[in-house]
């Protein structure tokens, strides 16, 4: 119990080595391009619209290509990057006034209007893999590397993220009695949701050891009903960073969601946070990296 209420007050506080080591790993060395082939890289003008995809541009090494992200993607660059808005709402004028040759993102790139205009003033429209497992995001390496001209870089960031999981799934075969967790999303003004399965959410959870109730249930992000919370049992409750801004204990989030004192978890006291940038644009890198140190928290003997 008191595991979970310091990670609440410092979420980086359970981070352990082997997951520091791991994200380092991530930051792979340029290799030798053909004259050609360098040549195009270093002309490239690339806007990233997703966290998880600029996260792999940085992991290539290809973020001199960077000329602008989206919001998402703001802790992942320098500050005086530009950012042009959230992936969902971009604009068209302010990113062709930027000259990029291409922009990636996820299939939540948009507004369709605004994809259209930029492909009809010769700008590089690129729409890589955005969904939730493990083969997703292999895949989506191998498509933002062979845009980037990384394609040597991206089999050992491959590899790289192979044996993450795998240590994961080390972890996880000394559990005889896995945790059920249940995702909340919480925004001020809509119903509380939570995360069922095809969602980045439930396939951390999963990742990480333990069990999403919600996942027999429904699929993607949901409301749903009292009868059902209380059928799920969960024995920890999994927050984003943003929620945990505003509701700090088990006791606000009781208020605000009653039903919760019937739980384990709220017995328990047993919050988790997660970093909400991890939840956006399909299973990433930082994806992995936040099932490998939930796992931890989770199980914070093993």
Excluded: C
């Excluded at 948009?110 to 009809?120: E, F, I, R, S």
């Excluded at 993607?220 to 920890?236: C, F, H, R, W």
């Amino acid at each position: 119990m008191d595991s979970y209420r310091s990670f609440i007050a410092s979420p980086w506080r359970h981070v352990s080595q082997e997951i520091l080591l791991s994200a380092t790993l991530f930051i792979t060395a340029s290799s030798i391009f053909s004259p050609l082939a360098h040549a195009q890289a270093s002309s490239a003008r690339v806007i990233s619209a997703g966290a998880a995809i600029t996260e792999i541009i940085n992991a290539l090494g290809a973020e001199k290509q960077l000329i602008a992200v989206d919001v998402t993607s703001k802790t992942l660059v320098a500050d005086d990057m530009p950012k042009v808005g959230y992936h969902r709402q971009l604009s068209a004028e302010s990113l062709i006034a930027l000259a990029p040759t291409r922009i990636i993102g996820s299939d939540e790139m948009g507004p369709p209007k605004t994809l259209t205009l930029l492909k009809q003033s010769g700008i590089e429209v690129d729409i890589v893999n955005g969904g939730e497992t493990v083969s997703d995001l292999l895949h989506r390496i191998d498509q933002v590397a062979a845009l980037t001209q990384h394609s040597q870089q991206a089999q050992q960031l491959k590899q790289t993220i192979a044996a993450t999981v795998k240590n994961i799934e080390k972890n996880n075969t000394h559990q005889t009695q896995p945790k059920k967790v249940l995702f909340l999303m919480i925004h001020d003004g809509r119903p509380i949701s939570v995360a069922g399965k095809n969602t980045t959410a439930d396939s951390i959870i999963t990742l990480a050891g333990a069990i999403n109730p919600a996942a027999a249930v429904i699929a993607n992000y949901k409301p749903v009903s009292t009868e059902a919370i209380l059928q799920m049992q969960p024995d920890i409750i999994l927050l984003s960073s943003r929620t945990t801004a505003s509701i700090k204990n088990m006791a606000q989030l009781i208020k605000k969601m009653p039903v919760l004192e019937a739980t384990p978890a709220a017995k328990n006291n047993a919050i988790a946070v997660i970093d909400g940038t991890a939840l956006i644009g399909g299973l990433g890198i930082h994806s992995i990296n936040e099932a490998m140190r939930l796992n931890h928290v989770f199980y914070p003997q093993s």
